[in-house]
């Protein structure tokens, strides 16, 4: 286990960064449905252990810093970025050309 799995089993329901990162979005001024996904974004990679690029561009080399940059400036560009992480759970898979989805690794 590293230092950061140590604080993660440390943090209660509510208090964890995800959530912090979640509450400075909204107080910040972001709309709530994209500080939501921004929130899911932190917290999948992290418990789905994306690559460590992966886990940077999520916040968790600058405590969510460019992300919070990122919706605030350019919300559709966040939007767009962060539910294709979502639906393919940091990249995992691959686009099925005959069928038009995606399929996972998993």
């Known amino acids: 286990m590293n230092d950061l ?10 208090n964890f960064p995800w959530d912090h990162w979640k509450e400075r979005a909204l107080a910040a001024g972001m709309p709530a449905e994209l500080a939501v996904m921004g929130r899911a974004v932190m ?7 994306w690559s460590e690029e ?3 561009a999520c916040g968790w080399e600058d405590e969510g810093n460019a992300m919070l940059v990122l919706a605030l400036e350019t919300p559709k560009l966040a ?5 294709n992480l979502l ?9 099925n050309t005959k069928t038009g989805e995606w399929v996972s690794w998993y």
């Open 79 to 83: 939007f767009t970025t962060w539910q």
């Open 5 to 14: 799995d140590n604080q993660m089993l440390n943090c209660s329901c509510g």
């Open 43 to 49: 917290r999948e990679a992290y418990q789905h252990d």
């Open 54 to 56: 992966l886990q940077a």
């Open 87 to 95: 639906d393919t759970d940091g990249g995992r898979g691959y686009w």
